[in-house]
């Protein structure tokens, strides 16, 4: 399987665009958001539970990130079929579980802080389902792209 270098490289300036923006976020945009909230609800922590979901979403799709650039890298090499690419699709779909439970675990925070201070949370929950659902459908296809792999059979030795 021959790969144009080219379209590989691209996709590698993507992902690293993306990296450069998530950092953005992790290093710029929340504790920005952390430090408004404490000025103006000073006591009031309640934007923190959803800072640890926050930075846990962008750890676990930082790795994600990585592991796609990793197999981005493979596929050049025309290694696409190894062991070491099915590794890297199992780190992928692990992160994209982890992204998913961080998610849940914000919708279940905003749910239950709304009953206590009335507020309605029905946006932001909604916005939390949509990224669950997006994050599902990648981890299928992360599935749908191992099941070939587990064929291969220097991979199928180290599996079982």
């Keep these: 399987m021959k790969v144009k270098r080219g379209s590989t490289t691209f996709l590698k300036g993507i992902i690293c665009l993306i990296g450069i923006a998530v950092l953005t976020v992790c290093?710029?945009?929340?504790?920005e958001a952390a430090r408004r909230d404490a000025i103006e609800r000073p006591g009031d922590y309640s934007l923190y539970p959803l800072l640890v979901c926050a930075y846990g979403i962008c750890m676990a799709f930082s790795v994600a990130l990585y592991h796609v650039f990793k197999?981005?890298?493979?596929?050049?090499?025309?290694?696409?079929?190894?062991?070491?690419?099915?590794?890297?699709?199992?780190?992928?779909?692990?992160?994209?579980?982890?992204?998913?439970?961080?998610?849940?675990?914000?919708?279940?925070?905003?749910?239950?802080?709304?009953?206590?201070?009335?507020?309605?949370?029905?946006?932001p929950i909604a916005l939390g389902l949509m990224g669950v659902l997006a994050t599902s459908i990648i981890a299928a296809m992360v599935d749908a792209l191992q099941k070939p792999l587990?064929?291969?059979?220097?991979?199928?030795?180290?599996?079982?």
Excluded: M, W
């Excluded at 696409?80 to 675990?105: E, G, H, M, R, Y």
């Excluded at 587990?150 to 079982?160: Q, Y």
């Design 27 to 31: 290093i710029v945009l929340l504790p």
């Design 71 to 123: 197999l981005l890298a493979y596929i050049e090499k025309n290694n696409a079929f190894s062991a070491l690419s099915f590794q890297s699709l199992q780190v992928i779909k692990k992160c994209a579980f982890t992204v998913i439970f961080f998610i849940l675990l914000a919708i279940v925070y905003l749910r239950v802080h709304a009953q206590f201070t009335g507020d309605d949370a029905a946006g």
């Design 150 to 160: 587990k064929n291969v059979p220097d991979i199928k030795s180290k599996d079982e």
